[in-house]
């Protein structure tokens, strides 16, 4: 597995925009941004891509965290096992 990028994760756990879900590629240690709502053929299939790894590559975070910490970022990685 790459580094993990914990900026990312911490910029995602912050999110409360709706519209889009955060997963990390466990490949590439980053932070995928995932359009829920848009219906482009590129959208699809990023949404496609994602489900079909989900679990074994990617591994979602949850927003709504308005203030994420450091230790907020690590208890997400030790829930997920990671």
């Known amino acids: ?4 990028n914990r900026d ?3 910029a995602a756990l912050a999110e409360t925009d709706p519209a889009y879900s955060f997963y990390l ?4 240690g980053e932070v995928v941004k995932v359009p829920d709502t848009e ?5 699809e299939e990023l ?4 489900m079909e790894g989900y679990g074994d590559r990617f591994r979602y975070i949850p ?3 308005t203030a994420p910490s450091d ?6 990685l030790d829930a ?3």
Do not use: C, S, Y
């Not at 949404?47 to 994602?50: H, K, T, Y």
């Open 1 to 4: 597995m790459a580094g993990i």
């Open 8 to 10: 990312q994760i911490r």
């Open 25 to 28: 590629d466990l490949q590439t």
């Open 39 to 43: 219906a482009t053929p590129e959208a």
């Open 47 to 50: 949404r496609n891509n994602v």
């Open 63 to 65: 927003g709504g965290n």
């Open 71 to 76: 230790a907020d970022v690590q208890g997400w």
């Open 80 to 82: 997920e096992g990671i």
